[in-house]
């Protein structure tokens, strides 16, 4: 590992060299530039130092994304403490367990969280920090107290006439120090604290810094959409955007695609890092409806100009995510086939990508130029990938990995890490995949949702969903078992019912129809026997994949 450099050698030098480029910016409020960003780090390390905080030491993070959010992390490591990132989405009684688990030693929240939480509950905590302002929402340490009361007059004094690039120095981390636990969005009900070395961060953004660099201009605009508690937003997006010197836009608040579409229209981002459900809604909400009607499938089925036409409705398709995009990387879950299949036909600049919390996140990635349909990827620098088959090519088998981006295990859960990892260092993902020839990935489902058919057939629920929630009138669905039977629980797309005054009678007819049309396209052993109407949005974790767990014993 002697080969690694230091991670945090790349945060100072962004700020060195980026100083008075501006760096983050809360959509619609205030931005900050890296000298900004240098200011408010060293600050933050002034009260850690002074409040007893020592490297190693763990501080937890819980929040909406947003500048301060940021800048508490890149302080958390820049000092050599441990970054324990929290979804926001979690419950108060998940923080308070994160929190105690992990024995974090500060605590910063956002406004929403700090609302929610009890300090009782997390007894071994030395303070609670407010995210937006960085004030005490609570201290049992007088040291921290006085620091934080009197943290400007320290900084005046450890810097009476100025602060600049030559004062910017960080620690300097080793390959195998822990940098951050990140816990699980809790798919299966339970969240684990993986244990991430530094290695693992710079494995990822070595990889982005080699292969997105030249795509991404220094001082470009990026969105940052997805939660920098979960390592995809925080790495792909985050830490490389601030690493590659980009101007970064928070969204702070629910990211709605309404929202998404706006400040792609106003910030026009270089690069976007997105999940399907992102990408779905928008396709089908603001492009489908102007590309579906009549006259443009009539134009399409012109030979002689179906090129142009296309051509034509790829630039409306770039423009409605800002038309300023290099590709757009999705990652999460695949792509639904029908609008993968249609941005493929119209050569719009799309690829998927595949990762774990475990690897920090990424495993595989191609560019869009080497993009192959339904795939997502090929193993990224410093991965080996293989399938645990007979016949990776055809028959899918367990994808496992090993490489610079593999976590060091659970944390404080021996029996969870030696099921994960096994002795040769190979992190099973517990998906199930093929891989080609050339070596890319195809997804076909996890081992834990695979259901048995009546006759021993293995039966991949995502694949049936994939196919059913292109049918009208569908949102979202889960294909679940009831004892030899699969049923359908599907989500209406409510606005467009109210919007064509359907009612409940209607949909269930509308389900009826797509019931008997799906099955004529899938094989005799996993026939959808029923559609039942699910009234609400299923829960979802902060990376937008449902909950199946919670709906699996629904019969």
């Known amino acids: 590992m002697a080969m690694i450099p230091s991670f945090n050698s790349y945060i100072e030098k962004s700020i060195k060299e980026n100083w008075d480029k501006d760096a983050l910016t809360d959509y619609k409020g205030a931005t900050l530039q890296y000298h900004d960003v240098a200011r408010k780090i060293e600050k933050l390390h002034i009260l850690f130092e002074n409040s007893g905080v020592e490297k190693g030491d763990k501080i937890a993070l819980c929040g909406r994304n947003s500048s301060c959010w940021a800048v508490a992390f890149l302080a958390t490591l ?7 990132p929290i979804q926001h989405e979690f419950t108060a ?3 308070h367990n994160i929190v105690n688990h992990s024995e974090s030693k500060l605590l910063f929240v956002g406004d929403v969280v700090a609302t929610t939480i009890d300090k009782e509950a997390m007894p071994a905590l030395e303070g609670i920090v407010y995210i937006p302002d960085y004030s005490l929402v609570h201290s049992r340490s007088e040291k921290l107290t006085y620091a934080r009361e009197h943290l400007n007059e320290m ?9 600049h690039q030559e004062h910017v120095s960080y620690h300097a981390d080793d390959p195998e120090e822990l940098a951050l636990i990140n816990y699980t969005s809790g798919t299966t009900g339970y969240s684990k604290g993986v244990m991430l070395p530094y ?3 710079w494995g990822n953004l070595d990889f982005c810094l080699e292969f997105l660099t030249k795509r991404v201009p220094v001082g470009s605009n990026m969105v940052c959409i997805l939660p920098m508690a979960h390592m995809y937003g925080l790495s792909i997006e985050f830490i490389f955007g601030f690493c590659r010197g980009l101007h970064l836009f928070f969204l702070t608040r629910l990211p709605s695609p309404s929202l998404i579409a706006e400040a792609f229209a106003e910030v026009k981002p270089s690069l976007i890092i997105a999940v399907p459900l992102i990408i ?10 102007i590309i579906q009607t009549n006259r443009v499938k009539l134009l399409l089925s012109m030979p002689v100009i179906s090129k142009k036409v296309k051509q034509k409705i790829c630039e409306q398709v770039i423009n409605a995510f800002g038309g300023n995009f290099y590709e757009i990387i999705v990652g999460g879950a695949a792509l639904n086939k029908e609008i993968e299949a249609f941005l493929k036909s119209i050569e719009f600049p799309v690829t998927v990508g595949y990762g774990a919390t475990e690897c920090a996140p990424l495993i595989s990635y191609s560019d869009y130029h080497d993009f192959v349909p339904e795939s997502c990827g090929t193993p990224v620098k410093g991965m080996e990938v293989k399938i645990l088959s007979d016949d990776p090519v055809n028959i899918p088998g367990e994808i496992v990995t090993r490489g610079t981006n593999v976590m060091i295990g659970y944390y404080k859960n021996e029996e969870a ?3 994960a990892i096994d002795k040769d260092g190979w992190y099973h993902t517990g998906d199930l995949g093929t891989m080609d020839e050339t070596g890319h990935i195809f997804i076909r489902g996890r081992i834990k949702n695979m259901l048995l058919g009546d006759n021993g057939q293995n039966v991949y629920p995502e694949e049936i969903e994939d196919k059913l ?12 078992q009831n004892k030899d039977k699969f049923v359908a629980l599907v989500h209406p797309d409510m606005d467009e019912a109210n919007s064509m005054g359907f009612t409940l009678e209607d949909l269930e007819g509308i389900m009826e129809q797509n019931r008997l049309e799906l099955n004529k396209v899938l094989p005799p052993f996993c026939k959808v026997s029923q559609i039942v109407i699910y009234p609400e949005e299923f829960a979802k974790t902060p990376k937008k994949s449902i909950k199946r767990y919670l709906y699996k014993d629904v019969f």
Not at 78 to 84: C, E, K
């Open 78 to 84: 820049t000092y050599g403490a441990v970054a324990v």
């Open 93 to 95: 009684e998940q923080i």
């Open 155 to 163: 900084f005046g004094k450890k810097y009476p006439k100025f602060f």
């Open 199 to 201: 290695r693992t961060l």
């Open 280 to 289: 779905d809604k928008i396709i089908r909400k603001r492009v489908f409806p």
């Open 417 to 419: 890490t030696n099921e």
């Open 469 to 480: 929630n292109s049918m009208a009138m569908v949102n979202e669905s889960i294909i679940v």
